[in-house]
């Protein structure tokens, strides 16, 4: 049996003049270049991006970013490897625990369906807040294959949200597949981060907390 993909995020094209109108009347913008405001931050080590995109989410909210979107809870403070076991969505600060599988010999985590429902809900809850920026830490094998916070992803761009999205270099395929190739990408520990907030207003002075860094403060 065949598994079912993605819907391409970008089919929204067809509705240019409802993305308009939710952007004359709730402020919401397209990228200069009309393009949809997507960044993939691309990585090959999910504990340091783990971290990083956790210390991003973290210091945007605690500039006065109005946030929504969910980054592993704490994840910059305890040092575990394993620190996708609880996230936090960054709007309402509620915590869900995402993994069924807590068990050290474990080589995986088992994503609970449920509590990725639960996180959608917020995320499309946290929407009605206005915010400037949507997270999502994790472009995983659910939203590969339409389920996950895929829905929640396409539901910001059709607002004109700026999103930012960790994206596993092993599903850079399923990703360019999901955005028909029209997202931005950085490598995670890249100055074009930095950049690509900025030119969205949404810069914060970064403690320069790479990945190299992530790895040493976990050691």
């Known amino acids: 049996m065949s598994?079912?993909?993605?819907?391409?995020?970008?089919?929204?094209?067809?509705?240019?003049?409802?993305i308009g109108a939710w952007r004359d009347t709730m402020g919401y913008?397209?990228?200069?270049?009309?393009?949809?405001?997507?960044?993939?931050?691309?990585y090959s080590d999910g504990a340091a991006a783990c971290r990083t995109i956790s210390e991003l989410g973290y210091r945007l909210r605690?500039?006065?970013?109005?946030?929504?979107g969910i980054v592993a809870y704490h994840a910059t403070r305890d040092g575990t490897p394993r620190c996708d076991m609880e996230i936090e969505e960054l709007s309402s600060r509620i915590i869900l625990q995402l993994a069924d599988d807590?068990?050290?010999?474990?080589?995986?985590?088992?994503?609970?369906?449920?509590?990725?429902?639960?996180a959608a809900a917020l995320i499309s809850a946290a929407f009605q807040?206005?915010?400037?920026?949507?997270?999502?830490?994790?472009f995983g094998q659910l939203e590969a294959t339409g389920g996950g916070l895929?829905?929640?992803?396409?539901?910001?761009?059709?607002l004109g949200i700026p999103v930012v999205v960790?994206?596993?270099?092993?599903?850079?395929?399923?990703?360019?597949?999901?955005?028909?190739?029209?997202?931005?990408?950085?490598?995670?520990d890249s100055p074009r981060v930095q950049q690509?907030?900025?030119?969205?207003?949404?810069?914060?002075q970064p403690r320069r907390l790479g990945v190299q860094q992530a790895l040493t403060s976990a050691a």
């Open 29 to 42: 913008t397209l990228g200069r270049s009309g393009r949809p405001s997507i960044l993939a931050l691309v």
């Open 102 to 118: 807590q068990t050290p010999q474990a080589s995986g985590c088992r994503v609970d369906p449920t509590a990725m429902q639960d």
């Open 196 to 204: 690509w907030l900025a030119r969205r207003g949404l810069g914060v």
């Open 166 to 188: 960790g994206v596993p270099e092993r599903r850079l395929a399923s990703w360019r597949e999901f955005t028909n190739g029209l997202a931005e990408e950085a490598m995670i």
């Open 62 to 68: 605690d500039s006065g970013v109005p946030l929504a």
């Open 3 to 18: 598994q079912s993909r993605a819907a391409p995020i970008l089919a929204f094209r067809c509705c240019e003049s409802l």
């Open 150 to 158: 895929a829905d929640a992803i396409t539901e910001a761009v059709d």
């Open 129 to 138: 807040k206005c915010p400037e920026l949507l997270i999502v830490n994790k």
